[in-house]
């Protein structure tokens, strides 16, 4: 059975709390770890807009997604604002899961 862990982000660093979150979704802190097999817990993240991060990401940090079309890179810098700050640690998450099958099912908002 699976266990719900509540995560609070209040004055934590983006990459510090980003890293603790995915390590529990891939299920690393259960001893029938397997790296295969999706053995992960489920996390909920609370005061995400009260998240810290370090040096000048703040205003110069770029999040890009690309439409599949030409021109179609799209551009937003969101880290300072504080309604994209879920769609910030979204990302931070995603990027330290490994990258197999399992990947999209571990992760859902």
Not at 61 to 80: A, D, F, V, W
Not at 100 to 105: H, L, M, N
Request: hydrophobic letters at 35%; glycine letters at 8%.
């Amino acid at each position: 059975m699976r266990k719900w862990y509540v995560v609070d982000a209040d004055g934590q660093i983006l990459g510090r709390l980003a890293s603790q979150v995915a390590r529990i979704l891939m299920g690393k802190e259960n001893p029938q770890y397997t790296p295969f097999l999706d053995t992960g817990d489920h996390v909920i993240v609370i005061n995400a807009e009260k998240i810290k991060t370090t040096g000048v990401k703040a205003e110069q940090k770029q999040y890009h997604h690309y439409t599949g079309y030409p021109g179609g890179l799209r551009t937003e810098i969101t880290t300072s604002d504080s309604c994209a700050a879920e769609m910030v640690i979204e990302s931070a998450v995603k990027r330290m899961l490994p990258r197999i099958s399992w990947r999209r099912t571990c992760f859902r908002s």
